[in-house]
């Protein structure tokens, strides 16, 4: 006699048990066959439960007869093992959640009487069109630089900063202590291999000279690389929208550059950093960017401390037609922290002494 039970209850039970059991049975066939290839594929899955799995009758409580639905308790079987490979990256940004919320900040000393020693040649002679200063600026606009645009003229508040990422995921050269999962050619969905990563050093640093930080770390390109600068604009609009106060406005990021032999890098004291580049945009691609001038005079402002306290530390400014969402704020950038060749290590490190220009300017 064939005995009948409720589908709710069934399902509840017999499915967390078959997914036990069926875990053990194929972690036993692995190592007896010693096999190479580690991964269970769904076929062999659902071969394993069409083997294994009686048929079962349960009771409809809709139309309250008896039915017979093995294929059911197969899909159920199979959906929940397929979730658990599925949620891999789900579970990553879970982890990132609650590591952030766990993690103790320990704010790496900055040695005052250092200075850069050396700028290390990374195969790339940066071009520059323009000198203003002593600050270098690669010129791609139709604009001739006067110096009426160049000198910087305005009043900024450094005591609030906001920082988010456009490019989240951008990721460095992993190394034995920073080795992460790749999502891309140098880029992860970990947060804490990613430039967001170099975006909480950051953070910890200026809050260390007092300085109030909003760092957002939304993902911006990610699942979807294209659009990220449309939806990068409505994260930066929302967070001014309730801190008016706040002009400083760093979009921080990663040179592109796909190649892991570039690795821009200055030695400061005793230890090598990633350099450092700000991305300046114009409204020379017919778009509304009323304060590009007023943007440009503060990277100039803060290239001009930086050559003063670490020269080298900075590259030349590239200036370009696009605005990069930087019509936000009067003292809206771009900054981008090393290269593809470059660590997450250096490029941590050059986040001390980047807070401590901008807590000087």
Not at 4 to 15: A, E
Not at 247 to 253: E, F, G, Q, S, T
Not at 297 to 304: L, N, R
């Given at each position: 006699?064939?005995?009948?039970?409720?589908?709710?209850?069934?399902?509840?039970?017999?499915?967390?048990?078959?997914?036990?059991?069926?875990?053990?049975?194929?972690?036993?066939?692995?190592?007896?066959?010693?096999?190479?290839?580690?991964?269970?594929?769904?076929?062999?899955?659902?071969?394993?439960?069409?083997?294994?799995?009686?048929?079962?009758?349960?009771?409809?409580?809709?139309?309250?007869?008896?039915?017979?639905?093995?294929?059911?308790?197969?899909?159920?079987?199979?959906?929940?093992?397929?979730?658990?490979?599925?949620t891999k990256k789900e579970n990553?940004?879970?982890?990132?959640?609650?590591?952030?919320?766990?993690?103790?900040?320990?704010?790496?000393?900055?040695?005052?009487?250092?200075?850069?020693?050396?700028?290390?040649?990374?195969?790339?002679?940066?071009?520059?069109?323009?000198?203003?200063?002593?600050v270098k600026i690669n010129n791609?606009?139709?604009?001739?630089?006067?110096?009426?645009?160049?000198?910087?003229?305005?009043?900024?508040?450094?005591?609030?900063?906001?920082?988010?990422?456009?490019?989240?995921?951008?990721?460095?050269?992993?190394?034995?202590?920073?080795?992460?999962?790749?999502?891309?050619?140098?880029?992860?969905?970990?947060?804490?291999?990613?430039?967001?990563?170099?975006?909480?050093?950051?953070?910890?640093?200026?809050?260390?000279?007092?300085?109030?930080?909003?760092?957002?770390?939304?993902?911006?390109?990610?699942?979807?690389?294209?659009?990220?600068?449309?939806?990068?604009?409505?994260?930066?609009?929302?967070?001014?929208?309730?801190?008016?106060?706040?002009?400083?406005?760093?979009?921080?990021?990663?040179?592109?550059?796909?190649?892991?032999?570039?690795?821009?890098?200055?030695?400061?004291?005793?230890?090598?950093?990633?350099?450092?580049?700000?991305?300046?945009?114009?409204?020379?691609?017919?778009?509304?960017?009323?304060?590009?001038?007023?943007?440009?005079?503060?990277?100039?402002?803060?290239?001009?401390?930086?050559?003063?306290?670490?020269?080298?530390?900075f590259k030349p400014i590239i200036?370009?037609?696009?605005?990069?969402?930087?019509?936000?704020?009067?003292?809206?950038?771009?900054?981008?922290?090393?290269?593809?060749?470059?660590?997450?290590?250096?490029?941590?490190?050059?986040?001390?002494?980047?807070?401590?220009?901008?807590?000087?300017?």
């Open positions: 006699m064939i005995k009948v039970f409720n589908i709710n209850d069934l399902i509840k039970y017999v499915v967390k048990i078959l997914i036990v059991f069926i875990t053990i049975f194929f972690l036993m066939q692995i190592f007896s066959q010693k096999r190479k290839d580690n991964k269970i594929n769904s076929k062999s899955m659902k071969f394993c439960i069409d083997e294994i799995l009686p048929e079962i009758k349960v009771k409809n409580d809709v139309e309250n007869k008896n039915i017979s639905m093995p294929n059911s308790l197969k899909y159920a079987l199979v959906s929940e093992l397929e979730v658990l490979g599925s990553i940004l879970e982890k990132n959640i609650k590591e952030e919320t766990e993690e103790k900040v320990e704010i790496d000393k900055i040695d005052e009487n250092a200075s850069v020693t050396e700028v290390k040649n990374s195969g790339v002679n940066p071009r520059s069109t323009d000198e203003f200063m002593g791609s606009t139709d604009y001739a630089l006067t110096e009426d645009i160049l000198t910087p003229n305005i009043n900024i508040n450094k005591n609030k900063v906001v920082i988010y990422h456009t490019h989240t995921c951008e990721s460095y050269s992993p190394t034995e202590n920073n080795n992460y999962e790749e999502s891309g050619s140098f880029r992860t969905i970990d947060l804490n291999y990613s430039v967001a990563k170099v975006g909480d050093e950051l953070t910890n640093q200026l809050m260390s000279y007092g300085c109030n930080v909003i760092h957002d770390k939304t993902y911006h390109d990610y699942p979807a690389y294209n659009g990220s600068y449309s939806r990068s604009l409505v994260t930066a609009q929302n967070i001014l929208n309730t801190n008016e106060d706040a002009d400083i406005v760093i979009d921080l990021h990663r040179d592109a550059i796909a190649d892991g032999t570039y690795a821009p890098k200055v030695k400061i004291g005793d230890e090598y950093v990633s350099q450092l580049m700000f991305v300046m945009g114009t409204d020379g691609a017919n778009t509304e960017h009323t304060n590009w001038k007023e943007n440009l005079q503060f990277a100039i402002k803060v290239q001009q401390t930086a050559n003063e306290m670490y020269p080298g530390l200036l370009r037609n696009s605005e990069y969402n930087q019509h936000v704020s009067k003292a809206a950038c771009i900054i981008e922290v090393g290269a593809t060749g470059n660590t997450l290590e250096e490029s941590m490190g050059a986040m001390k002494y980047l807070a401590k220009i901008l807590e000087s300017i």
